[in-house]
């Protein structure tokens, strides 16, 4: 679970509705169905319009991404890495076909396989660097999801709260009966301003980042599966690997953790 993402649409929410409540106000002045059936399926609607369904449907489902860290362990993928190139070292690199069956991810699998096969270095770094660029082009277009939906909705808020505000004004002979609607058809706004900056503009926020880390964690792979190709002395394939990772347990060097 992603605690950043988890906590911070907390805060958010109560750190609102807290100083709404201070002022005077109650949850329940903004708790309109109509509003927000009007916001989301507007919003939603438009998105559909401009992407295929096949990208809308992808970033429905990247969506928990957001919240939940799937992402390859970097420092495991390295060690692993640097066991396949000892063992390349001292058996040849065809001694790792054994191993194809205990590697789990994709990517990695295909560019060993590869490189076993007895691929030239520079045919293996041009093939997988297509497949990273192919996938990256498709896997950019789901933050482009969110920031569309963040960019429509606050205006379908203002639709709303002109819908809202047509209604009351077939009531104007009853001035409580306006006031009340006044404030409920501007909880539509609310609703549209909300869904933007704190669900759709922050989740394409986080889905770049995620989408960057997997790609660093590709691009390592396969600068990995070359330098075992060509021959590179496991310490020095730790220690370019390294350069890939960004946290600070990852930085330390091999000679820094011996001593």
Known sequence: MDIASIGGILVA?????????????????????TAALIVIGGTT???MLQFPLKTFLAALQHLMKV???ASSDGEAVLKQIVAFANKARKSGIVSL????????????KQTLMLAIDGTEPTEVRKIM??????????????????EAAGGYSPTVGIIGAVL??????????????????????????IYGVALANLVCLPAAGKL?????????????MLEGVISILEGMNPRMIETRLRTFLSDS???????????
């Open 45 to 47: 609607g438009a998105v």
């Open 97 to 108: 076909d054994q191993d194809l069956p205990s590697v789990t991810d994709p990517f990695l």
């Open 13 to 33: 929410i109560l750190g609102i509705l807290a100083g709404m409540m201070i002022e005077g106000g109650s949850i329940a002045q903004i708790t309109q169905p």
């Open 129 to 146: 660097q297509m497949e990273i660029d192919n996938k990256s082009e498709m896997e950019e277009k789901i933050p482009q999801v969110f």
């Open 164 to 189: 809202g505000l047509i209604q009351v004004m077939q009531h104007l002979d009853n001035i409580d009966e306006v006031g009340r609607g006044i404030a409920v058809a501007f909880v539509a706004t």
């Open 208 to 220: 770049k980042i995620r989408h960057r880390e997997e790609q660093m964690i590709k691009e390592m």
């Open 67 to 69: 919240f939940i860290s």
């Open 249 to 259: 347990k990852s930085e330390s060097t091999p000679a820094e953790a011996a001593a």
